[in-house]
């Protein structure tokens, strides 16, 4: 992928958080917030100079794998591989409807350049060291991406996953925690807080770089140090706002599975110009 200019990813980040407002009113349901809080991550690791990926070929064997863990925040993801050009633009609209390429989880049936069919939290860090441990037994240099939400983390799977990790020093994974302090209907801290979150990932042996999830700079110079980082996976713990970007939807727990209604849909475009 050509190397863009900070102005030029924020403005791409832009489009994909009004592709998600779009999506989702379309569909009259879907998951706005989660996707919303992502967008600069998935940005960034797509666009930013991060990830080894070629939209020309999809199937190239060196790639650098994506997955998507959070399966619910497909609308974030599916805008962009639109806007590279790896699946249809024209067709986002058309997400949650039956048949849809663009399913309400990530689906490799219905669209095979995705990596991993996900939404069923706490299996796709799993499926990331699997890949990132295959990638070293055929001697590639792939890396791989995998975006965890913070509810998610919640799921003894992925402490299972983190253990294994450090242990057989997957130093190729790169573990993406989407920190927007909500989960389904509430607020993680109200539920099942996280805190003391670096520590504990330091305790389980991964590198640990905590930062703003929403500041493209710091994610491209995270990613960077994680790319030179041997013998211990790194976990990005990023600080990110659900809803970002629309007024009413940032911080709201009702945003985490309501779609906007036509007027929202409307203030939101509005708000995102
Ligand atoms: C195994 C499993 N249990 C429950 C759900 C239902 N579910 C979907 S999203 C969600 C909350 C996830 O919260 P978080 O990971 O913080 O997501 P985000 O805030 O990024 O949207 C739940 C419980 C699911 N998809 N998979
Ligand atoms: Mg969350």
Redesign the pocket.
């Known amino acids: 992928m050509p190397k863009h200019s900070l102005e030029e990813l924020q403005a791409i980040a832009k489009r994909v958080r009004r592709a998600i407002v779009q999506m989702t009113g379309a569909a009259k349901s879907g998951?706005p917030?989660?996707s919303l809080?992502q967008v600069e991550i998935l940005v960034t690791l797509f666009f930013g100079g991060v990830m080894r990926h070629d939209p020309a070929h999809p199937e190239w064997a060196e790639r650098d794998r994506f997955i998507l863990s959070?399966g619910?925040?497909c609308p974030a993801l599916y805008a962009v591989l639109a806007e590279a050009g790896y699946a249809p633009i024209d067709q986002l609209n058309t997400l949650r409807k039956l048949g849809s390429i663009y399913q309400g989880h990530p689906d490799k049936r219905f669209l095979p350049v995705l990596e991993a069919s996900t939404?069923?939290?706490?299996q796709g860090l799993s499926i990331g060291l699997g890949m990132a441990l295959a990638g070293r037994l055929d001697a590639r240099p792939m890396r791989v991406y995998v975006v965890l939400?913070?509810?998610?983390i919640q799921?003894g799977q992925i402490w299972e996953a983190a253990m294994f990790g450090a242990y057989h020093r997957v130093d190729n994974l790169v573990a993406i925690v989407?920190y927007?302090k909500?989960?389904?209907d509430g607020f993680i801290k109200d539920i099942m807080e996280l805190e003391p979150l670096v520590a504990k990932w330091q305790a389980f042996g991964w590198h640990v770089i905590e930062l703003n999830g929403h500041d493209i700079p710091a994610l491209q110079a995270a990613f960077a140090e994680a790319a030179t980082l041997k013998g211990k996976p790194t976990v990005i713990i990023a600080h990110t706002i659900?809803g970002k970007g629309v007024s009413f939807m940032e911080n709201s727990p009702k945003f985490?599975g309501v779609a906007p209604t036509k007027d929202e849909v409307a203030q939101a475009l509005k708000e995102l110009e």
């Not at 939404?119 to 706490?122: A, P, R, Y």
């Not at 939400?149 to 998610?152: K, L, R």
């Open positions: 998951h917030g989660g809080s959070k619910h925040g939404g069923s939290l706490g939400g913070d509810g998610e799921e989407d927007n909500l989960q389904l659900k985490h």
